[in-house]
């Protein structure tokens, strides 16, 4: 009889699996969820809002200097479209 382990390793959870080869049936599964406090919830969430403010302001400046070196401006916005995808990314987080 051989058997697959199959493994699930995620950032709050951990699971496990053991299937039958030969048959394909579930033979054992186990999974735990790891709770997050409070606390670390708000660090989290601070550190976001630090990260959406600072790429809020290279944003700006990105636009700015879009304005006055129009030599380099296709850089200058992707620049700033590089911070405003982080931007969104860090907000739907």
């Known amino acids: 009889m ?20 030969e048959t394909n049936n579930l033979l054992n599964s186990r999974m735990r969820v790891f709770k997050t406090s409070s606390k670390q919830n708000d660090i989290k969430r601070k550190n976001n ?13 990105s636009l700015i200097l879009i304005v006055l070196n129009f030599e380099n401006w296709q850089f200058w916005l992707n620049v700033t479209l590089t911070s405003v995808i982080a931007k969104i990314t860090f907000s739907n987080q």
């Open 2 to 21: 051989s058997r697959i382990l199959g493994l699930d390793l995620g950032t709050n959870s951990i699971g496990w699996a053991i299937i039958d080869k």
């Open 49 to 61: 809002q630090r990260a959406i403010t600072s790429l809020n302001t290279i944003s700006i400046i």
